[in-house]
């Protein structure tokens, strides 16, 4: 969890130096998080999506993958790793039907802001019901 970005490393290691929790981000919800995954032994298996994502990047052997087809939402959280323009993410996905720049959250959005991240869900997918 500590080593999976810059961002993720400042605000987790916060919650164990005293200061101040960042979101939902606390101690004792970070400690039931990694406790969860090694109780249960689902790290290598949350971090498999990884390892299979660069595999068939490899199988493809610089193939354009095909197009996606389904509408996308897309919230550029402020503390991601990487934050691609808006156009970038239209070029990758003609079927883009939301987009939105939340003023907070980061990787782990869902995580660290939880009530943030349900109303971004709720509002990309308010115009599919």
């Known amino acids: 969890m500590l080593d999976h970005d810059t961002d ?6 916060r919650a164990f130096l005293g200061g101040p929790p960042s979101g939902n981000l606390t101690r004792t919800h970070i400690l ?3 406790t969860l ?3 249960t032994g689902t790290g290598v298996l949350a971090a498999r999506s990884y390892w299979e994502s660069f595999q068939a990047r ?3 052997g610089g ?3 095909p197009p996606v087809t389904v509408p ?3 919230s550029a959280f402020p503390g991601e790793i990487f934050q691609a323009p808006r156009s970038w993410d239209q070029l990758g996905y003609p079927t883009l039907t939301y987009y939105n720049k939340p ?3 980061g990787h782990f959005a ?3 802001e939880p009530q943030l991240f349900t109303e971004e869900l709720r509002a990309a997918f308010r115009s599919l019901r």
């Open 32 to 34: 039931d998080n990694v």
């Open 103 to 105: 003023d907070r959250g």
């Open 110 to 112: 869902a995580w660290e």
């Open 58 to 60: 490899l199988r493809r």
């Open 37 to 39: 995954y090694w109780l």
């Open 72 to 74: 996308v939402a897309f």
């Open 8 to 13: 993720s490393y400042y605000k987790i290691s």
């Open 63 to 65: 193939q354009v993958p």
